[in-house]
Nanobody
Framework: QVQLVESGGGLVQPGGSLRLSCAVS????????MGWFRQAPGKEREFVAT????????LYADSVKGRFTISRDNAENTVYLQMNSLKPEDTAVYYC?????????????????WGQGTQVTVSS
């Protein structure tokens, strides 16, 4: 069984930065794409970023492109989301997920394992 645990969330000022981490245990995750999604109160879960199995390909939502960077360290079974120039509209619970295939995936239905989420609040 695969378990994913997010960390690194918190309260930051607009324009600030946070680095989220997702530690994966259980089944080896090296062969699978990974993704980050987020969900704000009253909103549906939305795609943020995804990274292919080797880290060689990435895909970002338009809303975060140029500000967020997804990366992975397969040796440490960890995926990261570096978030810069944060805006109040980035406030949400951020979820890490493992996909069912190796290439980048942008739809929630393409992921079969999910973490419990970490809260990110951007406010002055």
């Amino acid at each position: 069984q695969v378990q994913l645990v997010e960390s690194g969330g918190g309260l930051v000022q607009p324009g600030g930065s946070l680095r989220l981490s997702c530690a994966v245990s259980g089944r080896t995750f090296n062969r699978y794409a990974m993704g980050w999604f987020r969900q704000a109160p009253g909103k549906e879960r939305e795609f943020v970023a995804t990274i292919g199995w080797s880290g060689g390909s990435t895909l970002y939502a338009d809303s975060v492109k140029g500000r967020f960077t997804i990366s992975r360290d397969n040796a440490e079974n960890t995926v990261y989301l570096q978030m810069n120039s944060l805006k109040p509209e980035d406030t949400a619970v951020y979820y890490c997920a493992q996909a069912m295939r190796s290439n980048v995936k942008q739809f929630a239905r393409e992921y079969n394992y999910w973490g419990q989420g970490t809260q990110v609040t951007v406010s002055s």
